[in-house]
């Protein structure tokens, strides 16, 4: 079989219509600093490769596992062992071998800086605390915009820009002063539950999921859910403000972001300071009952 000669006109000339020539060419130099290959950060990435992103920065300490296969898009039997950030990038360069992706595995929290500096645009793809609270910090020292998800049973979005509250301070994590090496067990439970408090108060998530699993998720006693529509769904969202920003075009989300409900056809956006103020204590409430609920 002849070999097959790249060309990237040829590659993205079907994305011409939803972008100009001259937007393709922002999107072909631009760089993303993506921290997470796996669920909604790897969906990111194989929507980012696709539409013609020049340059990607990747992070992930962790191999692709069996459990990863059923919605992680770069995890296969093939990948299965391997680093997902090392795996991640061979299949990108399948896609576009002219893309350049620079890749990180432990050590990236050294890299940091250098990788938010040389962006335009940051993805949190991690479900770590310390992880999370690094890349925020350092965006905002950085001038850069971070795109981001909650963990929710419905896909979301959120853009936190440099101006405005990172997460640990609109969602009052217990975290600030804390260096974001040295979070406690403690300070990482109640962070999650604020989360969660802020999914349930927000969205209409809590009546998509089996709750008594919730319940266990929220005390600990179980690794978080997670399925592919939905996982694949918000990597979509994800992307889609990624190149928003790239493009200098507004972004549909801001930082309180919103939830999808794919079962409705509909979009839910946070409720208003007033109205969340009057409910918080019966969600949390709520959150505490299916913590303690017996099994």
Known sequence: MDTLEFSYDEFTTRNI???????????????????????MGGACIMALARAGVGRLIIADLDTFAI??????????????GRLKAEATRDICLTINPQMRIEVHG????????????????????????????????????????VI????????????????????????????RGTAWNAITPEQRATAFLREAEYVVLNSSSRHHVDLAMAGEV??????RMSFAPMVVTTGMLMAYEVVAGILGNPHGADCRGWFFNPYQGRVERPRSALVAALLRPLVRRFMLKLMVAEP
């Open 148 to 175: 981001d998800a909650y963990a929710s049973p419905l896909p979301s979005v959120y853009v936190t820009r440099p101006s405005d509250p990172m997460p640990e301070e609109r969602l009052d994590y217990p975290t």
């Open 218 to 223: 929220a005390a600990g006693k179980r690794s």
């Open 67 to 80: 459990s990863n296969l059923n919605r992680q898009v770069f995890a296969f039997m093939g990948t299965v």
């Open 17 to 39: 219509g939803f972008v100009t020539q001259a937007q393709q060419a922002r999107l072909r130099n631009a760089t993303v600093f993506v921290c997470g290959t796996g669920g």
């Open 106 to 145: 432990k050590d990236w929290p050294q890299h940091a800086t250098s990788a938010i500096r040389d962006s335009a645009i940051v993805v949190n793809g991690t479900d770590d605390l310390g992880a999370s609270l690094l890349l925020y910090r350092t965006a905002r020292e950085l001038d850069r915009t």
